[in-house]
């Protein structure tokens, strides 16, 4: 619905309502005077007409009393008793004549027969008065009756009778009086009237039966339906009410019902209300008239003095505000007034125009970020029909700012969008909300493109949406970014296999639809053999080309629901969902396709230079529904069973099972227990005696023992020190091994008798090989203050295999400390005399293999021999390690052995009770053990 909305109005029309507004209250209080003068007037009048009427009824209650008298007095009289006729006219007529207000007297029998009146002859026939009220009320009535209205003819004015019933002694009625009086009776009233009143009888038609002036029978007999205003007046208990008069004025009328008549008679009596409140009503209207005057008087001075101070005002700060409108905020605005309130419209004015200079700056900025932001902003309106393009647009798009204005944004569009997409949309934006996403687009030339939409609502106002902003962003580069990024990630950039990360993916799938029953698979794990050896041999890119031959060789093997992939440098994996539908069947297809892929793997691969390259390769397979919890547990499990198949020697495959799952969990214990001994302390050091050629003491091997193992039973160092090799503990254990020594050399440095002692420690390959090594031995050294010189480190041929050079500047670094080397397990391997030659080793240990054989196998018995004379001529100490006898210890010194370590001198135990059994006084010989 529309509301109306007024035209303007002038300053003139609006000051001359002003001033109107202000005369109004005093109008109002002249009209409210004026109508409470007015009504006290009109209620004295009231009281003076009440007053009219109780004369009037008061008149009419002797009137009834004087009738009664006449009754008494006739109904005593002898003449009507002997119901003398001419005796009874006379007597009425003398009565009559001293009752001015009846017109008759007279007497019925009581058979209804009239004997006597005022005007009775005798007649032939006799008048009877049977149907008459007022007769048939006298013959049970004891008194006189009310007066019945009578009109013998529309000639004869009418007539109130009243009737009397005379009885004898007896109670026998004898005759009825009757006495009729004339209802101008009540002109008497004019005598009591003030002037200018009125009064009138009226019967139960309206007819007038006696009025005050002749002129008011006119205003009667016009005026009937006024009886019925009068009567239905008098029957709501209303006493006075105003009616106009035949002359047009009005009157204030007072109405009663006479008590003489059974006949409903109405009695009005009228006061002129003019001559009442005629007085008031003009003073009322000289009173307005003189404010009518003075407001006039005001109105005028008001116009002369206001407008004129005001109207110049406006016509300036009307061009002040046209100038603003046409956005000329520059122009000079109006000078301060002199009022107030005009001066504070002027500081507003002032104030609006900074505003507006600031917004339309700040518009202008806003304006320029936008045609030169180097994002596309493109505006609709709620029917997503264009409204503008930045240059951005265009250039990103292709199209002219022309060739998009109220086009759908859709024309971008280079394929089809999901309906729900434009749903999920449009609701946000309707919600209010920023929405954000992706589309494949197509620019003007037809090139498509990628690109990131934002959208938001433009609010006016109110919090109404009018119109829609959004930036377009080009991503095709970051996606093409995106999409290398995770091929790179996922995927192995030689072979284009997927990689480890995407096989995991792949597995737990896997897993999951084997849980479902889907269907058994398996996972089979490829090495190939001796793969550095091939990269030294014939260079890596013959290496690249063999990898890239295998993932071919896998893909052609795998079934198409199959998935390839590079785990590491030479290990590949096949993972195969469906083999077979029980464990049987999966088993006898997973061996067979690996023996199909070793097959397949041992065919030459030709290399670009034109020569053959012939290489094996060795498997583990995995069953996915054999107990692997994740895909993890799965991939250890293959792994378990591709290392049993190289350490067998390779070109071979071996299937997981309970077997290898055993020694997996017996691995998983061991390594959980090694962790929480080295996180608990839980290792011990066991000393082992080294002696010279005279028995003597001359040191102790430092060796680790575990004696509470995951089961509470000891732990043999061939087994946990190679698990710790493997998970890399060794390294921690190591420092905590060589820390000990050293604290248990600086004890021994502390007492004379055992500041001569040595102390052997073993150094693994990893602990060796860590960049901090000979730092953390010189840390130790430092923390304990300990000689250098009595600490041995002991190396084996593994832990300086492989940078030879890098072994022998550490070994120098550490040797220019004052520490002293000692080569391990000396004979064991294949180069240790080109060893010798390069690495500062101080002592050789005699493998304890040859010291045990030598006394049964010539061959061990040449070894020791000849590594005794080679240490001699090379200036090294050498220690025999397993020396158990007594002729092992005599074959030694025979051949000039100077050091001996073994059983015949003691085991290995703890620093207590080797103390106790090595540092007492003993033989000279000492006893062998």
């Given amino acids: 619905m529309a509301f109306f909305s007024p035209a303007p109005r002038s300053l003139h029309w609006l000051l001359w309502q002003a001033i109107a507004l202000a005369c109004l209250p005093v109008l109002l209080m002249a009209f409210v005077d004026f109508r409470a003068r007015r009504q006290d007037a009109i209620e004295a009048l009231e009281r003076e ?18 009738l009664q008298q006449s009754f008494d007095i006739m109904a005593r009289a002898d003449n009507l008793r002997r119901l003398d006729a001419q005796d009874c006219s006379g007597l009425v007529r003398r009565l009559l004549r001293s009752m001015p207000d009846l017109s008759d007297l007279g007497a019925v029998r009581p058979d209804g027969r009239l004997f006597c009146s005022t005007t009775y002859q005798e007649q032939d026939a006799p008048l009877t008065v049977n149907d008459l009220g007022w007769f048939r009320d006298a013959l049970s009535a004891s008194g006189m009756t009310a ?63 006696s009025d005050l002036a002749d002129d008011e029978q006119a205003f009667a007999a016009e005026h009937v339906p006024a009886l019925a205003r009068l009567q239905a007046a008098l029957a709501a208990g209303q006493r006075v009410l105003e009616l106009p008069g035949r002359d047009g004025a009005r009157r204030m009328y007072g109405i ?34 003189v404010l009518l005057a003075l407001a006039l008087l005001s109105m005028l001075a008001a116009r002369y003095w206001v407008y004129g101070l005001v109207d ?37 004015l002032s104030d609006l125009a900074a505003q507006l200079r600031q917004r339309g700056q700040a518009l202008q900025r806003l304006s320029a970020a936008v045609e030169q932001s180097p994002v596309a902003i493109l505006i609709t309106n709620r029917q997503e029909q264009i409204e503008y393009v930045n240059p951005a647009f265009e250039q990103l798009t292709g199209y002219r ?74 991503i095709t580069g970051q996606r093409q970014a995106q999409a290398q990024i995770h091929r790179l990630a996922y995927y192995d950039a030689l072979t284009g296999l997927p990689n480890r990360s995407q096989m995991h993916a792949c597995m737990a799938q896997a897993l999951q639809e084997c849980g479902q029953g889907l269907g058994a698979g398996a996972l089979l794990l490829f090495d190939i053999d001796r793969f550095r050896q091939i990269n030294d041999a014939w260079g890596h890119a013959a290496g690249d080309a063999l990898l890239c031959t295998v993932a071919e060789r896998l893909q052609a093997a795998a079934s198409p629901q199959g998935q390839v992939a590079r785990l590491g440098s030479n290990t590949f994996a096949l993972l195969e969902r469906h ?58 499990q293959a792994e378990v069973a591709l290392y049993r198949a190289e350490a067998a020697g390779g070109n071979s495959v071996l299937l997981f099972d309970a077997a290898l799952q055993s020694q997996v969990d017996a691995r998983a214990t061991l390594e959980m227990g090694l962790r929480q001994a080295l996180q608990d302390r839980g290792f011990v050091l066991h000393y082992q005696a080294q002696v010279d050629a005279r028995g003597h003491v001359t040191g102790a091997e430092v060796l680790l023992r575990w004696p509470h193992g995951p089961q509470g039973r000891p732990v043999s160092p061939a087994q946990f020190i190679p698990l710790a090799e493997d998970t890399g503990l060794i390294v921690p254990l190591g420092q905590w091994v060589l820390d000990s020594a050293c604290a248990q050399l600086a004890r021994w440095q502390a007492q004379a008798a055992t500041a001569q002692l040595t102390l052997s420690v073993n150094v693994s390959a990893r602990q060796f090989h860590q960049g901090d090594f000979a730092d953390q031995v010189a840390a130790a050294l430092a923390r304990h203050q300990v000689p250098p010189n009595r600490l041995v480190l002991e190396l084996t041929e593994s832990a300086i295999l492989g940078g030879l050079e890098a072994t022998a500047a550490r070994m120098h670094a550490l040797r220019a400390l004052g520490l002293r080397f000692a080569l391990d397990d000396f004979g064991t391997g294949y180069s240790s005399l080109s060893y010798l030659q390069q690495l500062p080793f101080d002592e050789l240990k005699i493998d304890q293999s040859f010291t045990r054989a030598m006394l049964q196998d010539p061959a061990s018995s040449a070894i020791v021999r000849a590594i005794l004379m080679m240490s001699r001529a090379l200036g090294l100490a050498v220690i025999a390690e397993g020396v158990e006898t007594a002729a092992h210890h005599d074959f030694l010194l025979r051949h000039d052995c100077q050091g001996c370590q073994g059983y015949w001198f003691g085991r290995p135990m703890a620093l207590a009770d080797w103390e106790r059994q090595h540092l007492q006084p003993q033989a000279a010989d000492g006893a062998g053990v």
Avoid at 405 to 434: K, N, T, W
Wanted: net charge positive; proline share 6%; glycine share 8%.
């Fill in 579 to 636: 083999l077979g539908p029980d464990r049987a069947a999966t088993e006898a297809a997973a061996l067979a396709l690996a023996q199909q892929v070793l097959q397949q793997l041992a065919q030459p691969v030709a290399l670009p230079a034109g020569q053959r390259l012939y290489a094996s390769a060795s498997g583990g397979i995995a069953l996915l529904c054999a107990g692997a919890a994740d895909a993890a547990q799965l991939l250890k």
């Fill in 147 to 209: 007066g019945e209205l009578l009109q013998t003819s529309a000639a004869a004015p009418a007539q109130l009778v009243f009737g009397y019933p005379v009885r004898s002694r007896s109670g026998e009625l004898q005759a009825v009086l009757y006495a009729a009086m004339a209802p101008a009776r009540f002109a008497q009233l004019a005598s009591a009237l003030p002037a200018g009143w009125n009064a009138f009888l009226l019967g139960p038609q309206g007819q007038v039966l």
């Fill in 401 to 474: 700012s022309a060739d998009v204005l109220g086009q759908h944004p859709r024309l971008l569009s280079a394929g089809e969008v999901p309906a729900e997409v434009y749903a999920h949309m449009r609701a946000e934006l309707q919600a209010g909300r920023v929405w954000q996403g992706e589309f494949d687009s197509r620019r003007k030339d037809g090139s498509a493109y990628q690109e990131r939409v934002t959208i938001a609502p433009i609010r006016v106002a109110g919090g109404a949406i009018s119109h829609y902003v959004a930036t377009l962003q080009d």
């Fill in 312 to 348: 110049a005002w406006t016509r300036r700060t009307t061009r002040a505000l046209q100038a603003l409108t046409a956005g000329q905020l520059d122009e000079p605005l109006p000078t301060r007034s002199r009022v107030r309130e005009l001066a504070a419209v002027e500081q507003g």
């Fill in 256 to 289: 009663a019902q006479p008590q003489l008549s059974r006949t409903p008679l109405l009695l009005a009596v009228g006061a002129p209300l003019a001559r009442t409140v005629g007085h008031i009503e003009h003073g009322f209207a000289l009173r307005v008239l």
């Fill in 49 to 66: 007409v009440a007053s009219v009427l109780l004369a009037a009824r008061l008149g009419q209650e002797a009137s009834l009393r004087h």
